[in-house]
């Protein structure tokens, strides 16, 4: 094989693997994991199964992928701050925690799209607890950092306290990322003046 030949099927490869992850991406966002069948998947992705096994292992291997590759630069960001944080001459006040966890991941719908941000507040809902658990897993090394954080910011709360409070704010933040409210045509938004409209009826 010429190395213009190898070059060629290697970029193939890529394209085939970044088809998948995109669309997965989109369609677990959309339908959800466990909804969204392997054959469903490869149909949009113009591939077959056998290319999931080959790049992924399984559907499994793909779900980790796109959790990985989606979550990498909020995560990161999320690092760095909490670095910064932790390296002042106290330890990090809970404002100052929950505005470096939730930036960067309200960021994710202006800087990768609604796709993305879909696609992550929909893990936190999903109906199949293995399916939070290994977007628990994929995310522990940096998210598990800002629990523990919060536990030495609030030294008077106990850990369902502080567990309560990690989720809270993990849970509205999924819901701003999935879009959840976005199609509600809340009542006040008919009335002139909107939300800042004073007075009686």
Same mark, same amino acid.
């Given at each position: 094989?010429?190395?213009?030949?190898?070059?060629?099927?290697?970029?193939?490869?890529?394209?085939?693997?970044?088809?998948?992850?995109?669309?997965?991406?989109?369609?677990?966002?959309?339908?959800?994991?466990?909804?969204?069948?392997?054959?469903?998947?490869?149909?949009?992705?113009?591939?077959?199964?056998?290319?999931?096994?080959?790049?992924?292992?399984?559907?499994?291997?793909?779900?980790?992928?796109?959790?990985?590759?989606?979550?990498?630069? +909020?995560?990161?960001?999320?690092?760095?701050?909490?670095?910064?944080?932790?390296?002042?001459?106290?330890?990090?006040?809970?404002?100052?925690?929950?505005?470096?966890?939730?930036?960067?991941?309200?960021?994710?719908?202006?800087?990768?799209?609604? /796709?993305?941000?879909?696609?992550?507040?929909?893990?936190?809902?999903?109906? /199949?607890?293995?399916?939070?658990?290994?977007?628990?897993?994929?995310?522990?090394?940096?998210?598990?950092?800002?629990?523990?954080?919060?536990?030495?910011?609030?030294?008077?709360?106990?850990?369902?306290?502080?567990?309560? +409070?990690?989720?809270?704010?993990?849970?509205?933040?999924?819901?701003?990322?999935?879009?959840?409210?976005?199609?509600?045509?809340?009542?006040?938004?008919?009335?002139?003046?909107?939300?800042?409209?004073?007075?009686?009826?």
């Amino acid at each position: 094989m010429s190395g213009q030949d190898e070059g060629a099927e290697v970029h193939a490869k890529a394209t085939t693997r970044d088809r998948l992850v995109e669309t997965a991406v989109r369609l677990f966002g959309e339908r959800g994991v466990e909804a969204t069948s392997l054959r469903a998947l490869t149909e949009a992705a113009r591939t077959n199964i056998a290319a999931v096994n080959y790049h992924f292992g399984s559907k499994e291997g793909l779900l980790r992928a796109v959790i990985n590759q989606t979550m990498e630069l +909020a995560n990161r960001e999320r690092g760095r701050r909490l670095d910064e944080l932790e390296a002042g001459s106290g330890p990090p006040s809970v404002a100052a925690l929950v505005r470096a966890f939730v930036e960067p991941g309200a960021d994710l719908l202006e800087g990768h799209g609604p /796709d993305v941000a879909r696609f992550i507040g929909r893990m936190v809902g999903e109906p /199949d607890p293995r399916v939070r658990q290994i977007f628990a897993d994929q995310v522990d090394p940096v998210e598990g950092r800002y629990l523990t954080a919060l536990g030495r910011a609030l030294p008077g709360v106990d850990d369902g306290g502080i567990r309560f +409070a990690y989720t809270s704010m993990l849970g509205l933040l999924s819901l701003h990322q999935s879009g959840a409210f976005e199609t509600v045509d809340w009542p006040q938004q008919r009335i002139p003046g909107g939300w800042r409209r004073r007075g009686g009826p």
